[in-house]
């Protein structure tokens, strides 16, 4: 017999083979570079940032020099250019009345209906840097560069996948010295209400002579819950102390968000028993979960215990718990023995069932259908040893028979041999 000491000296030794074997199998999972970049994603916030009228990304970049030189660790800056600067034009589009071409062009702030020449040109030019540098998190827009965040907002998905209509996906915009679009068809996005449910910052200056205050108040309430800050300086991105402690919260409260949007940090689900095969209560599987739940799908671990092919339940019955606690999905799985009339061959079929199963419900149970390995102890391991990796097996339910039954990796412990005279 042997003592429960030895028996957990075994389970340690088992738990160091089984966490390499499922957690580290290269051609399945992330690469380094994609790893890093997800990291790097997950802890910073990424704004796409327009520029004004007469501006560019480099004047743009030096305008918020003082504002975001304290944000690095907190969030990236992408600044870009209006298209209309590569061929030797400026802004994101002219403004003009009544379609009257001869207008001396502008940048569309005053009252009065205009029609905004080269819209269609920054809308393409936009979606494909979305495509292209994405994904962003949030648009930061500038006196011009903050009338386009507004209507970007209006094509904006608000269930985060992108569509012919609402083309672009973030969460939240940050707008300086900005005013509501004069274009009778753009102004129409402002309907959009589903869209428009976002978080908004909106810096307004209360000596600015370029776009009044009053029109970037006008601007600020075409959002159902507009954070305001005013100051008293002009048509800047103003960086004074409070200015900047606002920003930072805002976009502290933006980084929140986003994790808890990705990553939910919530109870894991109660173990769940699942019988093998139709109107039969066992032989049945007992799924344990991690005791956080991730948005991530993870590996699997089925155990077949020993127990001298009169019962399933002996050596390593424990491993299904090890492996929840180690970021698995630990699965203890029945199978046909002596006492219940169903051994071999027979049980062979409930090994094969089981794993096509965990595949089949892998979604629903959060597990990565590639990442499935099974372990055997004991007289368990014959089912690793002679059925699942090399036995063929047809499962009569059609429902089932699209999912592979063999397993991606196995492991054997203390596993009998078999011999044939």
């Known amino acids: 017999m042997r003592s429960a000491m030895s028996t957990r000296r075994r389970q340690m030794l088992v738990a160091a083979l089984v966490a390499p074997a499922l957690c580290r199998w290269p051609a399945q999972c992330s690469t380094e570079a994609d790893t890093l970049k997800k990291g790097d994603s997950m802890n910073r916030l990424k704004i ?23 944000l690095d660790a907190l969030a990236e800056f992408v600044c870009i250019d209006a298209p209309s600067l590569a061929a030797g034009d400026f802004g994101w589009w002219h403004a003009t009345t009544e379609l009257r071409a001869a207008d001396p062009p502008n940048a569309g702030v005053g009252p009065g209906a205009k ?22 998190d949030g648009v930061f827009g500038f006196s011009q560069g903050a009338a386009l965040t507004s209507i970007l907002v209006g094509l904006r998905s608000p269930h985060g996948r ?6 672009l996906c973030f ?29 908004t910052l909106h810096i307004i200056g209360r000596s600015d002579r370029v776009v009044p205050c009053e029109a970037s108040r006008q601007l600020a309430n075409k959002f159902p819950n507009p954070l305001i800050i005013e100051h008293d300086g002009g048509h800047v991105v103003a960086a004074t102390p409070q200015v900047r402690m606002d920003v930072r919260q805002f976009l502290n409260t933006m980084m929140n968000n986003k994790r808890q949007a990705v990553e939910p940090q919530t109870q894991s689900r109660p173990p769940l028993r699942f ?27 089925l155990v077949f215990a020993g127990g001298s092919y009169a019962s399933c339940h002996g050596s390593g019955s424990a491993m299904p718990a090890w492996a929840a606690e180690h970021e698995m999905v630990g699965i203890f799985v029945e199978y046909g023995t002596t006492s219940t009339g169903a051994a071999y061959p027979q049980n062979y079929s409930d ?46 339910l059609t429902t089932i028979c699209v999912h592979r039954y063999r397993p991606a990796r196995t492991l054997r412990c203390w596993h009998i041999q078999l011999f044939h005279s």
């Open 351 to 396: 090994a094969a069932r089981a794993v096509r199963l965990v595949r089949q419900n892998a979604q629903e149970w959060g597990i990565n259908p590639r990442r499935i390995g099974v372990a055997g102890f004991s007289a368990g391991g014959i089912w690793l040893r002679s059925s699942v990796p090399s036995r063929s097996y047809t499962d009569t």
């Open 115 to 136: 029609h905004y020449q080269g819209w269609w040109r920054t809308r393409e030019a936009i979606i494909d840097i979305f495509g292209k540098q994405g994904p962003f």
């Open 48 to 70: 796409l940032c327009l520029h004004g009228y007469h501006g560019s990304a480099a004047t743009l970049r030096s305008q918020m020099a003082a504002l975001v030189n304290e």
């Open 171 to 199: 969460d939240f915009a940050l707008m300086v010295g900005g005013f509501a679009v004069a274009d009778p068809e753009l102004f129409k996005l402002y309907d959009n209400a589903s869209s428009y449910q976002c978080p």
């Open 162 to 167: 992108a569509t012919a209509d609402k083309p």
């Open 275 to 301: 019988p093998l095969w139709p109107n039969r209560e066992s032989p049945a599987m007992t799924l344990t979960f991690p005791s956080v739940a991730s948005s991530q799908p993870r590996p699997a671990m």
